[in-house]
């Protein structure tokens, strides 16, 4: 079974501080991604990483960083976390390069309810 | 720009009812298209999937859909809903990149 772990289920920061979600997959996934999930938005990419040390802007980018050292791990870089980063944070990781008509399923950690005060 | 859109936020059901969630995506060529469930307090998992061949795709826990290219949509259904069955619902495209566009989401609920 796929697995992917995030390091925290819930957060707790205030506000300017700088914060850090991890996330870790164990089978090898070339591809690794991180969202957001708020009610009635769904989910929102924020940064994705398709290999070691290459990254790619999502759709809200602004006010996050990320970080891919190793294959295996990707991490969510808050530099000054606001009041307006409070959500659910996701992280994802897929096997495929993303062609169209291949299966390139996403496979999801538990996610990290991340509030800011 | 590429878009998903789920045409229920919410829907209450009693249990035994049929389901049926739209689901309709912006975009002419190829497509994958998902539908991902979020149980209470569980992380996101594929309910279904389509990338090619037979239009209608079935999932698990009873689940199908179906890919209706001239109407760009791929509509989840279930004939017959469980009070186990609560969750939220996502319809999700991919059109060949890395992105995967997710719609906004309905939350089922299903009264025992």
């Known amino acids: 079974d796929v697995k992917v772990t995030q390091s925290s289920r819930y957060l707790v920061k205030r506000t300017g501080e700088k914060v850090f979600l991890e996330c870790v997959q164990d089978?090898?996934?070339?591809?690794m991604f991180w969202y957001r999930q708020d009610p009635g938005l769904g989910l929102r990419l924020i940064y994705f990483?398709?290999?070691?040390?290459?990254?790619e802007k999502g759709d809200i980018p602004e006010g996050y960083s990320v970080s891919r050292e190793k294959k295996e791990r990707f991490s969510l870089i808050l530099e000054s976390a606001s009041t307006n980063q409070t959500s659910m944070y996701l992280c994802?990781?897929?096997?495929?390069?993303?062609?169209?008509?291949?299966?390139?399923?996403?496979?999801f950690g538990p996610g990290t309810r991340l509030t800011v005060l | 720009a590429q878009s998903v859109s789920q045409h229920n936020h919410h829907v209450i059901l009693s249990e035994a009812a049929s389901l049926e969630l739209g689901c309709n995506y912006s975009y002419g060529g190829t497509v994958n298209l998902f539908w991902y469930v979020q149980y209470p307090g569980q992380h996101l998992q594929l309910l279904l999937k389509?990338?090619?061949?037979?239009?209608l795709v079935k999932g698990i826990k009873g689940f199908e859909a179906e890919f209706i290219k001239s109407k760009f949509s791929f509509n989840l259904r279930k004939p017959s809903v469980q009070w186990s069955d609560t969750a939220e619902y996502f319809c999700a495209v991919n059109t060949g990149g890395f992105k995967t566009i997710f719609g906004a989401g309905t939350r089922l609920f299903v009264k025992a």
């Open positions: 389509y990338f090619s061949g037979d239009p």
């Open positions: 089978m090898d996934h070339e591809n």
């Open positions: 994802a990781s897929s096997s495929q390069l993303g062609l169209a008509g291949t299966n390139n399923e996403q496979f």
């Open positions: 990483s398709y290999d070691v040390k290459m990254k």
